[in-house]
């Protein structure tokens, strides 16, 4: 079972950046597609971004494509969303997870119901 810890969240004015990290433990992450999702209070849990296991292909929401970008180091088992230009609306609780059933090196999924493991989240806020 893989544990997840993020990282990197905090307060933040509109159109500055944060970095959120994803650390997990266990020797099998190389294998796991990943992604990032959001919690808005009185929303439900969105997706936000999603990269395949060798992290050749990836994914985003439209509102936040060409402002974040996901990436990966498999060497330290850590999963990463770079979060540029950030807006009011983008205030959530941000969660990683962890897709582990391999199906290719290109494969992700965008689908909250196909995760397996999750971390706790880390709060974002930008105020305006």
């Known amino acids: 079972q893989a544990r997840l810890v993020e990282s990197g969240g905090g307060l933040v004015q509109a159109g500055g950046s944060l970095r959120l990290s994803c650390a997990a433990s266990?020797?099998?992450?190389?294998?796991?597609?990943m992604g990032w999702f959001r919690q808005a209070p009185g929303k439900e849990r969105e997706f936000v971004a999603a990269?395949?296991?060798?992290?050749?292909?990836?994914s985003y929401k439209d509102s936040v494509q060409g402002r974040f970008t996901i990436s990966r180091d498999n060497a330290k088992n850590t999963v990463y969303l770079q979060m540029n230009s950030l807006k009011p609306e983008d205030t959530a609780v941000y969660y990683c997870?962890?897709?582990?059933?391999?199906?290719?090196?290109?494969?992700?999924?965008?689908?909250?119901?196909?995760?397996?493991?999750w971390g706790q989240g880390t709060q974002v806020t930008v105020s305006s």
């Open positions: 997870a962890a897709d582990r059933d391999y199906r290719s090196s290109y494969y992700y999924t965008v689908r909250e119901w196909e995760y397996d493991y």
């Open positions: 266990g020797r099998t992450f190389s294998s796991y597609a």
């Open positions: 990269i395949s296991s060798n992290g050749g292909s990836t």
